[in-house]
């Protein structure tokens, strides 16, 4: 494993008062998630907002400390090391952010922008070097060496997660953790930035955390597949597994809103919709964290007679207990490494064997079309990116022929 966590958990304090702030509560951002990441493969970690997707990715590249748990980087755990050796293990786990119109600097070149991570580890590239690394660095993410002089609002957003992508990889290293990386993108360009980080896994040998709401964007790209709701991994798999033969009722209803090709082909139950937002993780219901939203529970709950919108309309052992883990299956890839749980595809749910029967979808064999929101294919059209040569012009639309990416959240309702 290049990457692991184990048990970790991040809490931030809920403070109230004017002048005397005082403590009232914890917010328990992530609490109790073990992961791990094999080399030259990508985790696709999924959850809606607030699911405490960021808050991960921050603790794992170092920004931030974890409550609890342990964050090892080839296996060691990088809270017992020395400074120094931590530094270099950080090297290796860099971060590409969601929004590359806010997360770089307007006031500094993009040369300035690429070689700032040297700055933090000197001995990555000599100093003479570093004019040469830059300007390979643009080269290797498809930009303009010769654009090395501009400033971030001089390139289109593609153009920018490009040179985001350039940044997190000035220090070699070896996992991204990729944090939204194509959100706050065309749809079109978003294809084209997908595909550029494929192929520099290839060229690289890098290992991807890619973070995303929703299980269109990471179904091209992730090997693995991890589900998150408040806090928790509340299934995961590899991607047939996951996409295929999910088993959480969450999982279930985040997939029920990919858009497939024929949307006849769903079952008569049509979309299982989620109503309302998660609750806050400063007070996480109690039992199974997604009771107040779980179509299962209420559809097993009517089976027995209780209807209605009441908390008593689930079943208790949902209110009451909370779910852990548990094994369905084995991954059948013939790719595993043979450790005693990896290849596991687990879910957190009292009653997941329902779920999977309940409201099927009909997974990835129905070849996903490329639906609103979900990004093109492997080869979109290259062209579509602006050309980095020509003049850029800061006002405008990078190309106004794309779509813009639709307004389409994951769990909006829809007509059946
Ligand atoms: N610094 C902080 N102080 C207090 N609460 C925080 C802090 N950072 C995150 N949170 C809370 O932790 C929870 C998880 O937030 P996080 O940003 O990790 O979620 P996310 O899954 O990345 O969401 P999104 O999809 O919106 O990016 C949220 O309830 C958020 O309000
Ligand atoms: S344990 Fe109950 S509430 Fe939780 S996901 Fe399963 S059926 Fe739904
Ligand atoms: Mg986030």
């Not at 957003?157 to 939204?180: F, M």
């Not at 964007?217 to 996409?243: F, K, N, S, T």
């Amino acid at each position: 494993m290049v990457l692991e966590v184990r048990d970790l958990a991040k809490s931030y304090p809920v403070r109230q008062g004017v002048v005397l702030k005082r403590t009232t509560g914890h917010v328990q951002a992530v609490d109790g998630v073990s992961l791990a990441l094999r080399r030259g493969r990508t985790l696709g970690l999924v959850g809606e907002s607030g699911s405490g997707k960021s808050t991960l990715a921050r603790v794992l590249v170092g920004i931030e400390k974890p409550t609890r748990g342990q964050v090892l980087v080839d296996g060691e755990d990088v809270s017992t090391m020395s400074r120094g050796a931590r530094r270099e293990l950080r090297r290796n786990v860099q971060m590409v952010f969601q929004d590359p119109y806010t997360s770089l600097n307007p006031r500094m070149s993009v040369g300035d922008i690429v070689a700032e991570p040297f700055r933090i580890h000197r001995d990555a590239v000599p100093r003479g070097g570093r004019r040469r690394a830059v300007a390979e660095l643009l080269e290797l993410v498809g930009l303009d060496p010769d654009h090395v002089h501009r400033y971030p609002h001089q390139f289109s957003g593609g153009q920018r997660q490009r040179i985001g992508i350039a940044r997190a990889l000035a220090v070699k290293p070896r996992v991204l953790v990729c944090d939204e990386p194509v959100s706050a993108l065309d749809v079109s360009v978003q294809g084209q930035v997908i595909n550029l980080l494929e192929d520099l896994q290839d060229e690289l040998g890098l290992s991807y955390l890619f973070i995303a709401h929703d299980l269109a964007v990471v179904q091209h790209i992730a090997d693995e597949v991890a589900v998150m709701y408040l806090g928790r991994v509340v299934e995961e798999g590899d991607g047939p597994a996951v996409y295929g033969d999910a088993h959480h009722p969450y999982t279930r209803a985040l997939l029920s809103a990919v858009p497939v090709p024929d949307p006849t082909a769903r079952p008569a139950e049509g979309e299982l919709l989620l109503e309302g937002d998660p609750p806050s993780p400063a007070d996480p219901p109690s039992g199974c964290r997604f009771h107040t939203r779980c179509w299962l529970a209420r559809r097993l709950a009517e089976e027995h007679g209780v209807a209605g919108d009441g908390p008593e309309a689930v079943p208790e052992r949902c209110r009451t207990e909370d779910p852990v883990l548990v094994p369905l299956g084995r991954r059948g890839d013939g790719r595993d490494g043979g450790g005693d749980d990896e290849g596991a595809h687990v879910a957190a749910c009292h009653f997941a064997r329902e779920a999977a029967t309940l409201g099927a979808h009909p997974g990835p064999t129905a070849q996903a079309s490329p639906g609103p929101g979900t990004p093109p294919g492997p080869d979109p059209d290259p062209d579509a990116d602006p050309d980095p040569d020509a003049d850029p012009d800061p006002d405008a639309d990078p190309d106004p022929d794309l779509e813009p990416v639709p307004d389409r959240p994951v769990l909006e309702s829809r007509e059946r």
